[in-house]
């Protein structure tokens, strides 16, 4: 059986979707990102992807977040996760247009929370797809939940704890700006890009990164950094680039030089 340790991609719901509307999936993004795939060629590749506009606005509409409240939000739970599954299915249709042996694999199947936590993971499948050269993809999803009914589970904290699991060999990670910066690039044009962190950097940094402006249920940069932390502090290094950008996903998943940031010890 191959050994090899495998790379975890994880593309923002921001990338491929307009956080700003309701439904709305770039799949001219989309299509270029699962063409970037193909040509990298990463043998033992996992890929997770953001919500976006099909479920940050579904979830924070309904409530789902915050657990079971009332009745009528159990055919909202459902919703929020067929959103999902309809976002995931446009990704799929690129990827296996490009040649990518790709399989779906729904979190809410495999995963269960405690108060937003992951207790439980069932990453059986996602191993052996691995082992036949396969591509599985999951995403955010509302999954059920031992304390409070469902919530929402966030792809940074699937990513983190997946590439722990899996004991991958390094995260990439793409989003809508060139990495982390000391302020907010979308509202300061003078702030500075960290080119590299190293894990106690990064803790001491948390304080300072800013929210996401559109809508993000899961806690914007400071949520995937916080989230990054687990896997980066057992040793997996994790690059941020620019996936909006072309050929920055393929360069990361290639080991080349790009911009971005990387955390992780020199």
């Known amino acids: 059986m191959n050994k090899a340790k495998p790379t975890v991609l994880k593309i923002g719901g921001s990338v491929i979707t307009d956080k700003n509307g309701e439904l709305e999936a770039r799949t001219d993004v989309i299509d270029r990102l699962a063409g970037e795939i193909e040509r990298a060629a990463i043998k033992r590749l996992v890929v997770i992807h953001g919500g976006g506009s099909f479920g940050h606005t579904k979830a924070q509409q309904y409530g789902i977040k915050d657990g079971l409240k009332d009745p009528s939000q159990l055919a909202k739970f459902a919703e929020t996760h067929h959103v999902m599954t309809v976002l995931n299915g446009l990704l799929m ?93 979308k509202a300061e044009k003078t702030t500075k890009l960290f080119e590299h962190l190293t894990v106690d950097e990064l803790r001491k940094l948390q304080g300072k990164l800013g929210k996401s402006t559109a809508c993000d249920v899961t806690g914007g940069m400071f949520g995937k950094m916080a989230e990054l932390l687990y896997a980066v502090e057992r040793g997996i290094p994790a690059t941020i680039v620019n996936a909006s950008e072309p050929d920055n996903v393929y360069l990361a998943l290639r080991g080349e030089r790009v911009r971005g940031t990387t955390i992780g010890e020199k």
């Open 93 to 185: 249709d690129s990827l296996i247009w490009h040649n990518v042996p790709a399989v779906s694999v729904t979190p809410s199947s495999v995963i269960m929370t405690k108060e937003g936590r992951i207790t439980t993971f069932d990453e059986t499948v996602m191993r052996k797809l691995l082992e036949m050269k396969m591509t599985p993809v999951m995403y955010g999803d509302a999954v059920l939940d031992s304390e409070i009914g469902f919530t929402i589970l966030s792809g940074d904290q699937l990513t983190a704890t997946l590439a722990t699991l899996l004991e991958a060999e390094r995260i990439v990670i793409g989003v809508d700006v060139d990495g982390l910066f000391d302020g907010d690039p």
